[in-house]
């Protein structure tokens, strides 16, 4: 097998004319892949294109090489895209997160060939993800190669990555399993007899085990080689991501046809529900980031280098786990997780709101396929993500039963691993959809969007009182910060890197105070955009991460998190950003892994701590007028020192810089409902043939007085982009258990008495 990228040169145009299908494109954009034509608007929050766009590419074969066989291996395309060859159809795929193949041969000649692909981030209400906390970008945003292979080959048309499928198992006590399954493909109409060669290597070449197959291949021929591995070294997550090397051969007539090398770790993995996670027996707390696959300025057309980038970050952090949000990643990603040593989440889009447009959920098995098939060889990878939150609208039978037919689905193409959710908090601990994976994770956001962030605690304890015997974990928590804002006294969505830090410490300290919660994934590692935000001074960008979109500043909540988790020494001042203060006395917060520490103001020491905490702090330390140099010295047990340094201003007026100007709400606002009559409490009743609040918006707007009762309570609601792909599943009754709307419960049945008097039958 031979590969050929094809990432230069090609035409580019934002335009749906469908002569270019056949036709080149006049006037194009010369452009490489990988390419995003939402790099710049996905992030501006000023409005961001969704539609069809065109690329295209020449291609020449000569005569010679039509003894090959040739299949075009497109990255991704987000969200759908079709493949067009001299003007006819190739090939398409609807998971705008997956890699796909399309077979080229019946539609080349010799010579010229014109690939025409269009590419669409448009809406489509059986595509996932339908509704999301992110810019849905679009374009040819990952690489894109030409296969050519011989007659014989391993599958490269099952949805699936290497056609070869490995499967390890901890049989015994230092004896491991081995499965190795796969398919061998004829093109030819005649059979052909065939050898597999297959071959373990450890990190230093040397052959573990050798076998050989003999196959007979009419069209296609499955094969199968369990071979039992005696005392390999593990793979011990991010301590010593060992991987050994499966090589595969694929031989006929004495010539070799095809080949793979895949890279495998021989690890174990417990879940529990009172102790925790263990790795090859060994206790781990999850020490976790969620990431995006996007970037300041390219939006998700991400390069290798972005990617190194991102995890060097990650392994600065000290982070253990990483759980890739909220779709399949590049495979170079999942590779990266693998040799260093992280655990991942890995999930699919079906996220927010489920499609009521398809009753079978197509959509999302075949997004889970994929990314089972292709992602299967990750050792890295302990659980397969079902859905994100999906009862964001409502939660009922039907939601139960797309989950579990998830579940199922994932299972039957993966009985090795783990299966996983997240839940929105809003979930009740009894309810059925926790009993539907084998862990349970919860979006918790105590002190950010509801309650307080010591409530965080609370719902753990309550959860596992409720359900002792699911483990569970906190899948995302964060809160958004603009490094730019900063207070002497921080408080709930003031957007401070003093409130993060705060935010972030309780979290950990929750965590690892109770042994039964498996861990956390902090949302997010890093800012990435949302084209429907504006908050916290930035539009277009959610500014949960620890780092910003451009990877250029680490939050102090970034350092904490790397006092909590790295083994590597550090010190680090809080609030260095924080330069221009008001006050004479201010506390000095230190991040380190370090227990003795030394401050030192204007070159005059201050005063030393010496405890384990990560997050130290030099209480009412005097400034002097204007500029005041402050350092920190830390010294380990070999007595080596480690310092920083940053400066402060002491002003005598408060910098207004440093804080958001208050925007006045103009919708929902906290008493919004006062202006109706709730003194009268109706009894919520439900007559056959008439609507009410348990009918869905799309329902009520099919009819003009049910749709004029809506409107006269919620205005214009349902005209607005982000919530008209829930109209066809939010109720009132539903809308009432979403903080974001706060619908008194009075105002339910006088809703529902004005719906009741009118019939269904009637337009």
Not at 353 to 359: A, E, F, L, N, V
Not at 648 to 672: A, F, G, R
């Amino acid at each position: 097998m031979k590969t050929i990228e094809l990432n230069h040169k090609w035409l580019f145009i934002k335009d749906n004319n469908e002569t270019f299908i056949e036709n080149e494109i006049n006037n194009p954009e010369i452009i490489n892949l990988p390419h995003c034509f939402n790099a710049i608007d996905g992030q501006s929050g000023e409005g961001m294109f969704r539609g069809q766009c065109f690329y295209q590419k020449k291609l020449d074969i000569r005569n010679e090489d039509f003894n090959k066989f040739f299949f075009l291996e497109i990255g991704s395309a987000g969200l759908i895209c079709k493949v067009y060859i001299n003007g006819q159809l190739a090939g398409d795929s609807q998971c705008g997160f997956s890699m796909f193949r399309v077979f080229l041969n019946p539609f080349l000649k010799a010579g010229e060939n014109l690939i025409s692909i269009m590419v669409d981030n448009s809406y489509h209400s059986d595509i996932y993800p339908l509704m999301a906390d992110f810019s849905f970008y679009g374009g040819l945003y990952r690489e894109v190669k030409l296969i050519a292979t011989e007659a014989l080959h391993f599958d490269l048309m099952d949805n699936g990555r290497d056609g070869i499928y490995l499967t390890q198992k901890n049989i015994e006590k230092d004896v491991f399993e081995l499965k190795i399954t796969g398919k061998v493909i004829n093109e030819l109409p005649e059979a052909k007899k065939g050898i597999i060669l297959i071959s373990l290597l450890d990190r230093e070449k040397n052959t573990i085990f050798s076998k050989k197959i003999k196959i007979m291949v009419s069209k296609e021929s499955g094969f199968e080689l369990i071979e039992k591995i005696n005392n390999p070294i593990l793979w011990q997550g991010i301590e010593n991501p060992y991987l050994y090397t499966l090589k595969a051969e694929l031989i006929y007539n004495e010539e070799l046809c095809d080949s793979r090398n895949i890279e495998i770790g021989f690890r174990n993995i417990e879940i529990t529900p009172n102790k925790g996670i263990f790795l090859n027996g060994k206790a781990i707390k999850l020490n976790g980031v969620s990431r995006h696959q996007d970037f300041y300025g390219v939006g998700n057309a991400l390069t290798k280098e972005h990617m190194d980038l991102d995890m060097s970050i990650i392994k600065e952090i000290g982070a253990n786990t990483i759980r890739l949000s909220h779709y399949q990643h590049d495979d170079y990603f999942y590779t990266l997780c693998d040799r260093e040593g992280l655990l991942v989440w890995a999930e699919i889009p079906f996220i927010s709101i489920p499609t009521t447009s398809d009753k079978e959920n197509k959509n999302a098995k075949e997004q889970l396929e994929r990314l089972i098939k292709q992602a299967y060889n990750h050792s890295s990878i302990y659980c397969w993500g079902v859905q994100n939150e999906i009862t964001i609208a409502i939660e009922n039978e039907n939601i139960y039963k797309m989950v579990n037919n998830l579940v199922t689905f994932a299972r039957k193409l993966d009985t090795s691993r783990f299966i996983a959710q997240a839940n929105i908090h809003s979930v009740a601990n009894e309810s059925p959809l926790n009993e539907l994976t084998d862990l349970v994770g919860y979006n918790l956001y105590y002190g950010w969007y509801y309650k307080d962030m010591q409530d965080l605690g609370k719902r753990l304890d309550e959860f596992h009182e409720a359900r002792p015997n699911i483990p569970v974990m906190v899948t995302e928590y964060g809160v958004d910060t603009n490094p730019k804002l900063h207070s002497y006294n921080p408080t709930i969505k003031d957007y401070t890197e003093e409130y993060q830090l705060l935010f972030q410490d309780n979290a950990l300290k929750t965590f690892n105070e109770r042994p039964f919660v498996l861990g956390g994934y902090a949302w997010a590692m890093f800012d990435f955009g949302s084209e429907i935000r504006n908050e916290g001074g930035e539009k277009g960008k959610n500014q949960k991460g620890l780092v910003t979109i451009d990877r250029k500043i680490k939050k102090d909540a970034f350092y904490l998190c790397k006092a909590y988790w790295s083994k590597e020494h550090f010190v680090k001042f809080a609030g260095s950003r924080f330069v221009n203060r008001h006050e004479e006395l201010n506390d000095i917060v230190v991040l380190s892994n370090l227990t003795h520490i030394k401050l030192y103001l204007n070159d005059r020491f201050i005063s030393e701590i010496n405890n384990t905490e990560p997050m130290k702090k030099f209480n009412g330390v005097k400034l002097e007028s204007g500029q005041n140099i402050i350092k920190v010295e830390a010294f380990d047990e070999k007595g080596n020192i480690y310092r920083d340094e940053m400066i402060l201003n002491k002003v005598k007026e408060i910098d207004k810089s440093y804080i958001l100007p208050k925007i006045e709400e103009k919708k929902h606002v906290t008493n919004w409902f006062e202006k109706f009559d709730l003194s009268d409490v109706h009894e919520i009743v439900i007559k056959e043939g008439y609507y009410s609040i348990y009918d869905t918006v799309e329902k009520l707007y099919e009819n003009e007085k049910a749709k004029a009762v809506f409107k006269k309570f919620f205005g214009d609601l349902a005209e607005e982009p982000r919530f008209q792909v829930m109209k066809g599943i939010f109720t009132i009754e539903g809308m009432s258990k979403r903080s974001m709307f706060n619908i008194p419960k009075e105002l339910l049945g006088v809703i529902n008495k004005e719906l009741n008097v009118i019939p269904k039958n009637q337009t």
